[in-house]
């Protein structure tokens, strides 16, 4: 198990433009978190899917933001019309519950997006 | 959830025990403390949960009070790699993780 992948690790991108993450989650987990994090801050959470079923969206994820997890397995988090203050690491998460409780979740490295 | 206050940084001695406290006066029954540390430049890495009683595992120590009004995670025997911002959070499961700010550990050669 690789554990969890994102791509691009960095995007720099102009004013305006499009922008899509990529995450693949460890095989076997069903869920899947996206996060945001800004300098000197924690990560923030933006959306939460369960298998393809996307169950949370955070007030954070403006109408910009949209994301699919169209089989289960990995995930896109798109930003339309990016803005500078969309400049921040992207991070993803998987986890699979046992039990029925969810108590770790593991990370992927991030996506870095620097919008100039 | 509840939220959590945690000291902005702290210094360590390498070898010696890291002791970062958590405050979670308003943590409710059913909530769990949970550890994520973040290296820099590296997703969060999960460290270890407790519920109300006192738990060990391979990286570190979780002492929570019987109130349940506060927690320390323990470092037995720090080393430079343990440098990191270390987030508590009280979470009930199933919900979201809520990272506040963290304590930012430095480990001192």
């Known amino acids: 198990d690789t554990g969890v992948s994102q791509n691009p690790r960095h995007k720099i991108t102009k004013r305006g433009q499009n922008v899509t993450f990529r995450c693949d989650p460890i095989?076997?987990?069903?869920?899947l978190y996206w996060y945001r994090q800004t300098l000197g801050q924690g990560p923030e959470f933006l959306t939460y899917?369960?298998?393809?079923?996307?169950?949370?969206k955070s007030r954070l994820l403006s109408d910009r933001f949209s994301a699919e997890r169209p089989k289960g397995s990995f995930s896109t988090l798109e930003i339309q019309r990016t803005e500078q203050g969309d400049s921040a690491m992207y991070l993803c998460?998987?986890?699979?519950?046992?039990?029925?409780?969810?108590?770790?979740?593991?990370f992927g490295p991030g996506t870095r997006l620097t919008v100039t | 959830d509840a939220k959590t206050t945690q000291p902005t940084s702290m210094d360590c001695a390498e070898g010696r025990a890291a002791n970062l406290p958590c405050n979670h006066s308003?943590?409710?029954?059913?909530?769990?403390v949970y550890w994520y540390r973040q290296i820099h430049s590296q997703g969060p890495q999960y460290i270890i949960h407790?519920?109300?009683n006192n738990e060990t595992n391979e990286m570190a120590s979780l002492i929570i009070t019987e109130d349940r009004k506060s927690s320390t995670l323990i470092l037995p025997h720090a080393t430079l790699r343990d440098t990191a911002v270390y987030y508590c959070?009280?979470?009930?499961?199933?919900?979201?993780?809520?990272f506040g700010t963290g304590t930012s550990l430095t480990v001192i050669p």
């Open positions: 308003t943590i409710s029954g059913n909530e769990y």
């Open positions: 095989s076997e987990h069903n869920r």
């Open positions: 959070i009280v979470r009930r499961t199933g919900n979201q993780f809520y």
């Open positions: 998460a998987s986890s699979s519950p046992v039990g029925g409780d969810e108590h770790e979740q593991y």
């Open positions: 407790g519920l109300k």
């Open positions: 899917f369960q298998n393809e079923a996307q169950l949370e």
